[in-house]
């Protein structure tokens, strides 16, 4: 069974930082991915950035390009997200997810495991 647990949302000033946090388990192999994803209220999921550990690809949105890192601990099965210079705009839930094949969600296959999402809100 695959988990996911995210923390580190928060309130936060425009022009501050936060990192998210997902810890996960439940996969055997290298071949997943883990991705990033946020609901900001009234408007539709978007897919903020992800990562494969199975060729080490990393996608970013144009929106949080230059601004937010997605980065890897294996050894504590952690996935981060650092978000810098956040804007008002960033506002939102913040879901981890993952996929137990880590490239076809190039091909826009969903995500097949979600967390309960953390909510991070940035004012002005």
């Known amino acids: 069974e695959v988990t996911l647990v995210e923390s580190g949302g928060g309130l936060v000033q425009a022009g501050g930082s936060l990192r998210l946090s997902c810890v996960y388990s439940?996969?055997?192999?290298?071949?997943?991915?883990i991705g990033w994803f946020r609901r900001a209220p009234g408007k539709e999921r978007e897919g903020v950035s992800g990562?494969?550990?199975?060729?080490?690809?990393?996608y970013y949105a144009d929106s949080v390009k230059g601004r937010f890192t997605i980065s890897s601990d294996n050894a504590k099965n952690t996935v981060y997200l650092q978000m810098n210079s956040l804007k008002p705009e960033d506002t939102a839930v913040y879901y981890c997810?993952?996929?137990?094949?880590?490239?076809?969600?190039?091909?826009?296959?969903?995500?097949?495991?979600w967390g309960q999402g953390t909510l991070v809100t940035v004012s002005e």
């Open positions: 997810a993952a996929d137990g094949h880590g490239t076809r969600w190039y091909y826009g296959v969903p995500f097949e495991y």
């Open positions: 439940g996969f055997t192999s290298d071949d997943y991915a």
């Open positions: 990562m494969s550990f199975k060729d080490g690809k990393i």
